[in-house]
């Protein structure tokens, strides 16, 4: 597959300095930033819960796809430079290119999440409180998406 950097090439690229917040959790953005250069750190309320710094990285896909506020507050680390999609929706069914590339991005996270859950999961076995890990679990792989 080309580049997928390539798909935003007639887009604008914006450049921000290091230290900057480019999404507020809890704002309605509803934009794609997508990393072209540089590095971010993913915060949920005060901690910091990933960083990326890989050419491609998507930010704000949560939000846009489920049409709610964004979900983290993502700030670069180091100067970056970003493509934004200002209409995503339309962007994503016009390129399916990049609609392939934000589900693998979504499963790559997901499949984490949820092995990191085995892990806990197995670390506590017999402990009185697996049981909220298993729920956890559970819901994840069976809940179905309200529509949308």
Do not use: W
């Amino acid at each position: 597959m080309s580049n997928i950097l390539d798909q935003f090439k007639h887009l604008d690229a914006v450049q921000v300095k290091s230290g900057t917040e480019v999404i507020t959790e809890g704002s309605d953005l509803n934009q794609l930033h997508v990393l072209a250069y540089g590095g971010v750190d993913i915060y949920k309320g005060e901690t910091r819960v990933a960083s990326a710094n890989q050419p491609g990285s998507v930010f704000g896909e949560i939000s846009v796809l489920l049409k709610t506020p964004c979900t983290a507050t993502v700030k670069t680390t180091q100067d970056s430079t970003f493509y934004i999609v200002e209409q995503p929706d339309a962007f994503l069914q016009a390129n399916p290119v990049v609609a392939l590339h934000v589900s693998r991005l979504l499963a790559v996270r997901l499949n984490n999440l949820t092995q990191y859950l085995i892990d806990v999961k197995n670390q506590f076995e017999g402990d009185d409180h697996i049981g909220m890990v298993e729920d956890i679990l559970n819901t994840l792989i069976n809940r179905q998406p309200k529509e949308l």
